[in-house]
């Protein structure tokens, strides 16, 4: 994964802030790279930065308007964030505990350009998102009822 600079941010045309910089951070080093807003305010507030959930929302969105950050919107009204690394990847989602997983698979990446070339369209892009029961064993006794 590439890590982002506080030049990468004045490149964006956005000024180098304390919130900005935590919340950037956060994102390069969390373990799930996928997080939302709420998840994201809550780690900051957990390790002791002064910080509004507004602010958090603002940031992000600018974010996601600079190509720093891409978000999801999945089912259940999930929406997370996660840094945007320039690689393409799809996404399966737990239906239980939400659980998010990156996945590439070439032949599936072929087969949806084999399609879109059919219909006579030229790509510009595109996202798949698998919902499923991940292998969580709380998860799959959960799927059992």
């Not at 799930?32 to 602010?55: F, P, R, W």
């Not at 999930?78 to 590439?104: P, Y």
Request: net charge negative; proline share 1%; aromatic share 6%.
């Amino acid at each position: 994964m590439s890590s982002f600079t506080n030049q990468d941010l004045r490149k964006a045309g956005l000024k180098v802030t304390l919130p900005r910089i935590k919340i950037l951070e956060l994102l390069e080093r969390a373990e799930n790279h996928h997080m939302s807003a709420e998840e994201v305010y809550k780690t900051l507030i957990e390790q002791g930065e002064d910080v509004g959930l507004a602010t958090v929302y603002r940031v992000l969105t600018q974010f996601e308007q600079v190509g720093i950050v891409q978000r999801h919107n999945f089912e259940n009204n999930l929406s997370v964030f996660e840094l945007n690394t320039g690689e393409h990847h799809d996404h399966l989602v737990c239906d239980a505990c939400g659980k998010i997983v990156e996945f590439h698979n070439e032949i599936i990446e072929k087969e949806q350009e084999k399609a879109a070339k059919e219909h006579g369209f030229k790509l510009t892009g595109h996202s798949l998102v698998l919902y499923g029961i991940c292998s969580d064993e709380d998860c799959q006794d959960s799927a059992k009822k």
